[in-house]
């Protein structure tokens, strides 16, 4: 009785399908909160002057930001006046750099070897970006693969690879992080025909990511065990798809949300760390520049040109809040539960 | 009837049962122990989650497996599934052995069993469309390509009673009953043998459970598939099974024919399992018309770790007597054809006088 049975057994319950529920248009709900977007407009902004720094130096501050110009005058008010300026007071020894001229030609003065603050900080900016934001990818895909490696093997993988993170997570960040710049940085790299400068900025970058990666890596197995529990991977394992299929479709989409959670409050965090080291010397090393070295740069000048060490500072300051913001706003619109460990 | 639950009118029908006898699925002693965590120091324990478990299952039968909550039943299933892999015994599916099957075979062999799970809302990938979710198997066993896949899926969504236009849509769409729909079309996508299902109706909705039952049923037919029925619900497994095995503590302790389980329960516990459905009037069978005997049961399951010597129903059981206490009742058959783990079999009267 075929028909009989299409009558009972195909009766949809509800009949209507929900209308509800669409995919969610996840960056137009970032994009909704004004913080986010005030947030976006600074990262773009910081991002376009790094981009730009070259075109600044030639053409508004007409200088070499990475060359010492003790002996440069410029022209200020139709007079021309040393950049090293002597000084006027007491023994009328010592020289001190020009301060801030609010236009063209060092713009917020110059450091101690007469060089175009300015300039530096948007190149330094430049350094600073892509050392966060290259060592916070490192570290998001070393994070997932071995976060995804120990939570879907488990066994003795997890077991070996739990007890690095604990291990790396053991470690005060800081002094893990000084302690990595300091043995490689005084010995030369040569892995075969690659050899690495101690000045490369690959090394910075390197210990970076390596040092996060236990913040990351350990909640994201966490949540690929979980997730092997779940039933729809119980029924990719019942149907017999492969592991790696399994993985690919069951696993990464559904840990995904949580990597672009991480990754913004990542590259602030390495932004700081990586300033912190370069401020200490043990990070970014000449004749590059980054925020980190410009604060040191300014070091000596406190007392009378505060505004070379405060620019970078700033800088910082505004871009990781700027970061933080973006990414509680993607965290509050992804994954409401979600916690990340805050790095001390 | 409208007071009544849409459960209760389903179980007016009766089940014929069309089995042909060939044997496809047997399971010998099965067991299955899980280590329980243990301090430093202390011995080693292990929780017998199913005991010595031994069943077969013809072509075209419905097993149906009912139980209390941590009787082993979903541990059992998960074994036949080969989702857990047994400590001892075997499992064969026409005769190849799941448990010492390599890798290759066991590829196959799932093919051969799939899985109605338990929790609709827990087993669909919310971030994958549910065309994609029933093509899976067609993909992964190289049944059909990408667009043949896709066609089929249209084509069991229709079976299961979806709507094909919604093939592209993703779970968090669907209502529990349209989501347990689906994931009965993937495990059909992988042109099974044998379906198990584990509780498949026991997170929906009344109003929804016979729609699904019957849906079943009627797949059973069309396909000509073998179920194994995993519920704690025994109404619902009377109405779904052929036979029916009774799980306690780790073990079948009664199984026999739906309609014999029914009539005349044998096991004290079963007898106690019949006694808590809310309708207590027996509709249909040799007993039309009596009341069953309410039992509630006393005490407690002893722990599945450390299980004593004794009659795991022996502290719970109304007609305990001393042997009980001593020795473990073997499971064994009566002359009837039913397969038994009691000492006095009947002796606790099934319906009131």
Redesign the interface.
Known sequence: MPTARKADARLIDGTQIAPVLRRRNIVGEVLAAPQAVVALIILVLVTLSAVLAPLYARFVAHTDPFSSQVSATITLGGKAVPVMQQSTTGLKLGVTPIGPTWSGQYFIGADNQGRDVMSRLLYGGRDSLLIGITSAIACCVIALVLGVLAGYVGGIVDGVLSRIFDVLWAFPVYLLAICLSIVLLTSRIAFGPIVIDSSSLILPIAIISIIYVPYIARPLRAQVRSLCQRGFVQASISVGSSNWRIIRRDILPNVMPSVIVYFPIMVALNILIESSLSFLGVGVQPPNASWGTIINDGLPLLYTRPLVSLAPGIMIAVTCVALNLIGDTIRDVLDPQAKIREAV | MSGESAMTSVNASVRTPRVSGEELLRVQHLVKRFPVNHRIGSRRRELVAVDDVSFSVSRGETLGIVGESGCGKSTLARCV???ERPSGGAIAIEGRDLTTASKKTM?SL??D???V???PY???????RVGDIVA??ML??GLADAAGARKEAARLFDVV???PR?LD??P????G??RQRV?IA?ALA?KPKILVADEPVSAL?V??QA?VL??L???Q??FDLTYIFVSHNIDVVRYMSDRIAVMYLGRIVEMASAADIYAAPQHPYTVSLLGAIPNNLVGNGAAAGKRRRRIVLRGDIPSPVDRPSACPFEPRCPVAQEICRVRDPEFRTLDDGRYIACHFPGSLDPFEA
Do not use: K, T, W
């Not at chain 2, 827990?122 to 994958?128: C, E, G, I």
């Not at chain 2, 968090?172 to 209502?175: L, V």
């Open positions: 599934m080969g989702l590829r799932r093919r069993v799939q899985m799970f338990q929790d827990d087993s669909l990938n919310p971030r994958r899976e198997p992964v066993h009673g979806l709507n919604y849509r993703y968090n769409e669907f209502s009953g349209q994931g993937r992988a909705d109003s929804v729609q019957n849906l049923s009627a797949l037919r069309e």
